[in-house]
Structure formats: C-alpha cells, structure tokens
C-alpha cells in the first residue's frame, strides 16, 4: 500500500493505490456525521488523481465538496474546522475555499457550489482522465517528470500541468458538443 501524506514544501508522485478510494470513504462517513449533526447538507466527489483507477498521483487524497446556491456556507467551514481541516481561503481561484488534514498533507478540500465553473472543470477532467486510459498515462508520464524537475516547489509542478490540464478540458467540452 502506498503510504498516505506528503511533506510542506515536496512534490512526491507515486504509483496508484488500491487503498485510496477506501481512505476517500472513510473520510467522507466522518465529514458527513459532523455535517448531519450541524444539519447541514454537502455533496462529496473523490476528485484529482487519486480518483483515477490507475493513475500515479501525489499521496493526498483530493475531496470536492458542494453546497447548493443559498445554503449557509459559514457553517460548513465551521463544521470543516472542527473537524481538524485548515481553512485556506480562496487560494487565487474565486469561488472555492481551499482546506488541508494532516501533517503531512493527507487531504485536500474544495467547496464550490454545486455545478460552479470550479465544479464543472474538477469533475470533466476527472470522468476524461477516468474514460481514457491513454491521456491518463501521458498525465502520469507529465507529473513524474515534473516532481523529478520540480521536487522542492509545489508551484513549479503545478504551472507545469497547467496546459495539459487546459487542453484535456477544451477536447473533453469539444466532445460534449460535437
């Protein structure tokens, strides 16, 4: 099994584990019981690359969560908080409050609402990458490469798959239109 958690500051891509939908699961059922107590309703996605059957991904379990338009959104960071996850803000993409667990990282969270532009793109590149094999192992082959250019500098590695990322969403709209 691979070991969940990656170190402040290091980019570290490892091989796919059969362990991280269970992780996923089981960290949903805690989110969901702290939610349900503070009567509040939020939809969970497993999300990133850890969501894809196969895929080599950094050790961090990546978990999007939605609210609906008019829902108390305080409260779900409230409820987040408490429940030991660090509240980031925004983190430069409008709409979407970051959060992390663990020292080392072993989750991350983005709020949106359900079926904002941030919800829309994180679940069309998760099916695309999920539908096609092979543009999901030209991804693994991008961020090995990457992590090994880039293994001290999280922004580095992120810039890199910024293209990849921009044109797997133009052909995965493109297909939906065709």
């Given at each position: ?25 089981a960290e949903i059922a805690r989110l969901i019981a702290l939610l349900n107590a503070a ?51 925004e983190q430069g993409i409008p709409g979407r409050d970051f959060f992390r667990l663990g ?32 543009t999901a192992a030209e991804y693994a082959t991008l961020k090995y490469a990457l992590a ?31």
């Amino acid at each position: 099994m691979t070991e969940l958690g990656l170190e402040p500051g290091r980019v570290r891509v490892v091989p796919y584990s059969d362990a991280w939908p269970a992780l996923y699961e089981a960290e949903i059922a805690r989110l969901i019981a702290l939610l349900n107590a503070a009567g509040v309703t939020v939809v969970f996605e497993h999300t990133g690359s850890t969501a894809v059957r196969g895929l080599a991904a950094k050790p961090i379990i990546d978990i999007l969560a939605g609210f609906a338009s008019g829902d108390d959104r305080t409260t779900v960071i409230d409820v987040l908080q408490r429940a030991g996850y660090v509240h980031r803000g925004e983190q430069g993409i409008p709409g979407r409050d970051f959060f992390r667990l663990g020292e080392p990282r072993r989750y991350h969270l983005h709020l949106t609402m359900i079926d904002s532009h941030f919800w829309r793109e994180q679940h069309d590149f998760r099916e695309w990458l999920r539908a096609h094999g092979e543009t999901a192992a030209e991804y693994a082959t991008l961020k090995y490469a990457l992590a090994e250019q880039f293994p001290m500098d999280r922004e580095a590695y992120m810039a890199g798959k910024a293209r990849f990322i921009q044109d797997v969403l133009r052909t995965a709209r493109a297909s939906r239109q065709a």
